[in-house]
């Protein structure tokens, strides 16, 4: 009786944390998931660049941000780095492809 009265206590504490930890990773996979099956096409609106500040160490981390709009109307948002976020003038086009990560810019087109 006194080892149930112990160990109950942490069993039911070691299901609630596995739990946890279960429904972690099938969050991150189901987001992963979604990010590579999603395509689309659409032309880039907005560039956004944030300079923020690491909350641990106190050193500045920059972020970009592309803002395309999709050929069905609705706005992606898409993080990148640096080399990347530079590489896209506002007005181009892009495609993102099922399967991949990051849209691809599609080159224009000679009129």
Not at 38 to 61: A, H, N, P, Q, T
Request: glycine share 10%; hydrophobic share 40%; proline share 4%.
């Amino acid at each position: 009786m006194e080892k149930t009265a112990f160990f109950l206590p942490l069993k039911i504490f070691g299901f609630f944390f596995l739990f946890l930890i279960i429904g972690f990773f099938a969050l991150i996979v189901k987001l992963v998931k979604k990010g590579r099956d999603s395509s689309w096409k659409g032309e880039l609106i907005e560039k956004k660049y944030v300079e923020g500040e690491d909350f641990d160490s106190g050193m500045k981390k920059d972020y970009f941000t592309l803002i395309f709009k999709t050929d069905a109307g609705k706005q992606i948002k898409v993080g990148t780095n640096k080399k990347i976020y530079d590489e896209y003038k506002v007005g181009d086009k892009a495609e993102k492809v099922k399967g991949d990560f990051h849209p691809k810019k599609i080159p224009p087109t000679a009129k």
